[in-house]
């Protein structure tokens, strides 16, 4: 149980409180609520270029690196397409810098040409590193438009084209700040062993005056739904030809959601994991695979992938795939496995709320989702899962006619 008080400031800052008697540290979070999906289509990667740019300096604290290390702490970020998240890590004596430091660059991030012009060369950098150079790098530039039609999630978290962030002015950057860096859109949580009215009081000193702002937000397309076998082959320089077989499935917030979880657990997780004992090491279909779902806030995707064992066709690995799915959907999963599951399930989740870094993120997501008390509800969720909810949701979800097959082949030279 994740006990938290929740308060919101007159500016529209959300704050929630975790009192953690078990650690001398203090985590200190803030969640925007803004990612990939909120760019415009000819200014994409803004939101993880603006990610680095957080970290170029305030009007009053030009090295956050220096100024947490000195308060002997870390800081960092991540970018996803739903959120950027922002956290410090402090002892607790030193919370209040870290609270001044993020209230600072909130409300006076130093935006500069030479600030843009190192950071930006920074990102291209990664993307040529990570989707260039590095194999199968440039994945989600290929599932992305073979899958989204309507919604902003084609887009990968480091952008479309890389010429988005090669051209972005600094006009650009700013007005991306005014718009979704402001209080109105913001939501800081603290977990340290400190009683929550001692937070809110130096919140209030920090933040309070920091105007709400008015974020801006596109109208973000409803996804239409898939009634058409979609296929797409691309060829790279890559060790081994890889397949991916891919469906939408439901939106983080549905009850079909935690469906599509277990499944992917039941196919995907670890040695005992469907398609590792039947196709990589029964039948030998695949060298590795793996099955995931993206658990995105809007619809999102589950992926099942594989690289192809020598003299292995396409064919072969796309019908293999779906004798595997085709058996999940045949009967319902046995009440003893489901039972593993679930508690493997309840077991990972009460670890990822041991250390009060993982609780503060997570209270930020959860409230975000619309309800920070949702931490403390997951975990029943999967529990009342049944045998009969599965099989049921197999069906509907693994559809022959509604799939979208990617062909990574290897280049021959």
Known sequence: MVNFERFVLSNGLRLLVHPDPTTPMATVCVTYNTGTKNEDADKTGFAHLFEHLMFSGS????????????????????????????YDIVPLDNLETALWIEADRMHQLKLTQKSLNRERKVVVEEFKETCVDEPYGDIWHHIGPLLYKDHTYSVPTIGKDISHVENAELSDIESFYRNFYCPSNAILTVSANVAPAEVLKLVEKYFGDIPAGKPVFKDIPKE?????IRRAT???????????????????KTEDYYF???LSDILGEGDSALIYKRLVKDKEIFSEADVYITGTIDPGLFILEGKLNENISFETAEAALWDLLDDIKSKPLDEKELTRLQNRIEHNLEFAEVTAFHKAVNLGY??????????????????EITVEDLYKRAKDLFSKERVSLLYYKAKTE
């Open 366 to 383: 959860y409230e975000l989702l619309g309800n920070a008390n949702w931490i403390n509800e997951e975990g029943q969720r999967y529990r």
């Open 234 to 252: 691309v060829e790279s320089k890559v060790p081994t030809p890889a397949i991916f077989m891919i469906f939408h499935c439901a939106a983080r």
């Open 260 to 262: 599509d979880e277990v």
């Open 224 to 228: 239409r739904e898939q009634h058409e």
């Open 59 to 86: 009007k009053n604290a030009p090295n956050f690196d220096d100024i947490i290390q000195n308060a002997g702490g870390e800081n960092n970020a991540f970018t996803n397409q739903d959120m950027t998240v922002y």
